[in-house]
């Protein structure tokens, strides 16, 4: 259409010429490369996000208007991600990749994706003198993206070091109004002790009560993170064992 020259004839219009579709699909191929979405997933999208399907649970389909929607309204200015909390294999990862890249595709946004486990690593191996990065070239695309996705939130066991890691991504990103999205396997409730949580304060009780997301990042954290994100539960089946090897794949 442009014979190579990355602009195509608009009759009518101001400049008589706009940019051609190939250098549009080139960049767009340029951000999903830049935006490190993982191999295993690299086949997420929100069209093929699946909410019909035996015993999927009614969260799963709100799951998926919300996202489609969070989309559509996306304001970089705004600044409001997704916390996206649920069981293992509900799709929390799906759908937050299928929203990198919708953005990616409809409005150019720079998006990064990034495991929690891997970037706490990666900060931590950065302290080692023979590792070349230092710790803010580490978290550098961290801080700019516009949109982040921060994956498996809370999956690193806690010490000081983690907490005072997670708080200096989140306020980051919190104080430049940039997006971020997140995902967590960890009940998005109180830490233990904080006494606002369900307590019968029995020693039982405590040793079978489950992790919570408060227990894994803090509970200010915590809080800072319902300022940022809007909270969206995903319950129901893990997706993986009950359906991948099925024609769901
Ligand atoms: N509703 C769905 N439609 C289509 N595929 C799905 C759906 N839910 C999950 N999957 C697929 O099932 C697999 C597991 O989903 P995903 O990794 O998003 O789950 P998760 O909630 O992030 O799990 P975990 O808590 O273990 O990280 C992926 O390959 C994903 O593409
Ligand atoms: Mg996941």
């Given at each position: ?44 999208e929100l069209s ?19 996202a489609a929607?969070f989309v559509q309204?996306f ?23 299928g929203i990198l890249k919708e953005l990616i595709a409809t409005r150019?946004t ?140």
């Amino acid at each position: 259409m442009c014979a190579g020259s990355g602009w195509k004839a608009v009759p009518g219009s101001e400049h008589g010429v706009t940019r051609c579709d190939c250098q549009l699909r080139a960049r767009a191929a340029a951000m999903i490369v830049a935006a490190r979405i993982p191999k295993r997933y690299e086949h997420c999208e929100l069209s093929n996000f699946t909410t019909d399907f035996p015993g999927a649970d009614r969260s799963i389909s709100l799951s998926q208007i919300t996202a489609a929607r969070f989309v559509q309204e996306f304001d970089p200015r705004d600044g409001k991600g997704l916390l996206l909390v649920g069981g293992i294999g509900t799709g929390k990862t799906h759908l937050a990749v299928g929203i990198l890249k919708e953005l990616i595709a409809t409005r150019a946004t720079a998006c990064l994706f990034c495991d929690y486990r891997e970037l706490l690593k990666q900060i931590q191996n950065s302290y080692n003198d023979s590792v070349q990065a230092t710790e803010l070239q580490v978290l550098r695309p961290v801080f700019d993206a516009e949109v982040l996705v921060l994956d498996e939130l809370g999956a690193v066991k806690p010490s000081e070091w983690v907490w005072d890691t997670v708080s200096l991504i989140l306020n980051t990103r919190y104080n430049d109004n940039r997006t971020t999205i997140i995902t967590t396997n960890f009940p998005d409730e109180p830490a233990a002790g904080t006494g606002s949580e369900f307590s019968p304060r029995s020693s039982a009780f405590a040793a079978t009560r489950r992790e919570s997301l408060g227990d894994r990042i803090g509970e200010r954290m915590r809080s800072r993170l319902h300022e940022m994100c809007r909270v969206v539960k995903m319950e129901g089946p893990d997706f993986r064992t009950k359906f991948k090897s099925a024609s769901f794949g």
